[in-house]
């Protein structure tokens, strides 16, 4: 299995976040109980987890590495708690009178996209492009900074790190007639 970077990852783990942010503000401004108790007066930090989410978008695109995989496990975390609050509200359902609305289910909801987001990003993070990876010239290949690893992974590609890289033929030797315009035949001087 290769660990190359997956544009379409990165795609489906920001969507998931900013559809966790919306189903969490939504469920936060909907009415939860009669006569007029919305998700923001029964959980008031609804909200702020909601504008976590969006704003976990901009840290799993920025981040990478131990941070990014930080940034998934606080929103997986994140996820939870919303999830264990939820539960407990619709656990508690069944004793309110039938007036009482589904709208906690936007935020069980929410919470479910969030864990599972976050947990992606934690799980999957090496497959995850970085920010300015699709800038770098085409065929430039990234310096390792640990030699014994760069070695290794020459060996993992099946090239033998101790020899010289071969010669590049198109680098060849000139023979005389070379390309360039004032490569052309000389006259000795008189």
Same mark, same amino acid.
């Given at each position: 299995?290769?660990?190359? %970077? $997956?544009?379409?990852?990165?795609?489906?783990?920001?969507?998931g976040l900013?559809?966790?942010?919306?189903?969490? #503000?939504?469920? $936060?401004?909907?009415?939860?109980?009669?006569?007029?108790?919305?998700?923001? @007066?029964?959980?008031p #930090?609804?909200?702020?987890v *909601?504008?976590?989410?969006?704003?976990?978008?901009?840290?799993?695109?920025?981040?990478?590495?131990?941070?990014?995989? =930080?940034?998934?496990?606080?929103?997986?975390?994140?996820?939870?708690?919303?999830?264990v609050?939820?539960?407990?509200?619709? *656990?508690?359902?069944?004793? @309110?009178?039938?007036?009482?609305?589904?709208?906690?289910? #936007?935020?069980?909801?929410?919470?479910?996209?969030l864990?599972?987001?976050?947990?992606?990003?934690?799980?999957?993070?090496?497959?995850?492009?970085?920010?300015?990876?699709?800038?770098?010239?085409?065929?430039?290949?990234?310096?390792?900074q +640990?030699?014994?690893r760069?070695? #290794? +992974?020459e060996?993992?590609?099946?090239? +033998?790190?101790?020899?010289?890289?071969?010669?590049d %033929? $198109?680098?060849?030797? $000139?023979?005389?007639?070379?390309?360039?315009?004032?490569?052309? %035949?000389?006259? =000795? %001087?008189?």
């Open positions: 299995m290769t660990d190359r %970077p $997956s544009p379409r990852e990165l795609g489906i783990a920001c969507l900013a559809f966790s942010a919306l189903l969490l #503000w939504v469920g $936060s401004t909907t009415v939860w109980f009669p006569p007029e108790l919305t998700g923001a @007066q029964v959980a #930090w609804l909200g702020g *909601a504008l976590l989410a969006l704003a976990g978008v901009a840290g799993v695109v920025a981040a990478g590495g131990v941070l990014r995989r =930080a940034v998934g496990a606080l929103l997986a975390l994140a996820g939870a708690g919303v999830l609050f939820g539960v407990r509200v619709i *656990a508690g359902l069944r004793d @309110q009178p039938p007036e009482a609305t589904v709208a906690p289910l #936007w935020a069980v909801a929410g919470a479910l996209v864990l599972a987001a976050g947990l992606a990003v934690v799980v999957r993070e090496r497959r995850l492009p970085r920010l300015g990876a699709r800038y770098a010239a085409p065929g430039e290949r990234r310096v390792d +640990d030699p014994d760069a070695a #290794w +992974d060996l993992d590609e099946g090239r +033998d790190p101790t020899l010289d890289p071969p010669a %033929p $198109s680098s060849g030797p $000139s023979d005389g007639r070379g390309d360039d315009p004032d490569d052309g %035949p000389r006259s =000795a %001087p008189v």
